[in-house]
């Protein structure tokens, strides 16, 4: 196992790359005003089916095969046979690790369910009983609610510079982080950079991510209750029509500030286990 301190935080080009794929690993979704198929897994086309699994499973706690026990339901009924079982197995990288025969047995064997690693909210609910990945999806939740908003709000939020600037300019006024808790955070709020990519830096240097943030950020990016599918559909569209788009990199920059407040308020309790949920994201 590779020791954190020889691992080297991000900077410049290279975590702005590693925030572009977390954001790429997000498939877009389009409003109910279009009706468009999307292919769920459009963010992992160029990995193999074994590698989204293991990725997956990680960080959404998602298994992506049905239970052993529908596949072991069909080898009883003879819909899948053993000439199938040969030949998914000759085309498997567990081809020489595993013969016919005990590919069957392990097909009875249920196994255990899978657990997502942590984020920071989840370690630090475990340590104060306080339901902060709640709370951090319903804040960031109101503030997008308002900022798409197609005019059904009353008050919507300004467009002008962009989610992050919007964002920072709501949460340092918001007072229901605080009230439920989580004290100084319109003050921490303020004092972060001005711009979605300078807040990225100095949350990964603050939290320590290491040399592959990317599996992190994509994990942050699926707590936030679907805006970065909607953001990232933003994005695609605007790609399409041949212009940039980082709403949903700024997305993951207000979905970072909480993680690094969060980090800060709470260090000495979760720090043992937010370095093993570091080095499983390496």
């Not at 198929?37 to 990995?47: D, M, R, Y």
């Not at 193999?48 to 080898?75: E, F, M, N, Q, S």
């Amino acid at each position: 196992m590779t020791d954190m301190t020889t691992i080297d935080t991000l900077h410049g080009e290279a975590l702005a790359r590693a925030a572009d794929q977390a954001v790429r690993a997000i498939p877009p979704a389009w409003p109910l005003t279009a009706t468009v198929a999307v292919n769920p897994f459009l963010g992992q086309i160029s990995e193999t089916l074994d590698h989204t699994a293991a990725r997956l499973a990680r960080i959404g706690g998602v298994r992506l095969a049905l239970p052993r026990k529908h596949y072991a339901d069909l080898i009883a009924k003879g819909e899948i046979t053993d000439e199938d079982l040969s030949a998914a197995l000759q085309s498997s990288a567990l081809f020489n690790r595993i013969d016919l025969p005990a590919l069957k047995a392990a097909v009875n064997e249920e196994l255990q369910p899978v657990v997502a690693l942590p984020t920071i909210a989840e370690l630090a609910a475990r340590a104060t009983g306080k339901d902060w990945p709640g709370l951090v999806s319903e804040r960031i939740g109101t503030f997008a609610a308002g900022f798409f908003d197609q005019g059904q709000a009353l008050w919507a939020a300004s467009r002008r510079n962009g989610l992050y600037a919007a964002w920072r300019a709501f949460a340092t006024h918001d007072l229901t982080p605080e009230i439920l808790g989580l004290k100084g955070f319109s003050i921490h709020v303020d004092e972060t950079p001005e711009t979605p990519y300078a807040a990225i830096e100095r949350a990964a240097v603050s939290l320590g991510l290491g040399a592959e943030p990317g599996t992190y950020f994509h994990q942050l990016l699926l707590t936030v209750g679907g805006w970065a599918q909607y953001a990232r559909h933003i994005q695609f569209k605007a790609e399409v029509e041949g212009r940039t788009d980082t709403t949903a990199l700024e997305l993951l920059a207000i979905r970072l500030v909480f993680e690094e407040a969060l980090y800060a308020r709470h260090k000495t309790d979760i720090e043992s286990e937010w370095q093993r949920v570091r080095r499983a994201h390496v």
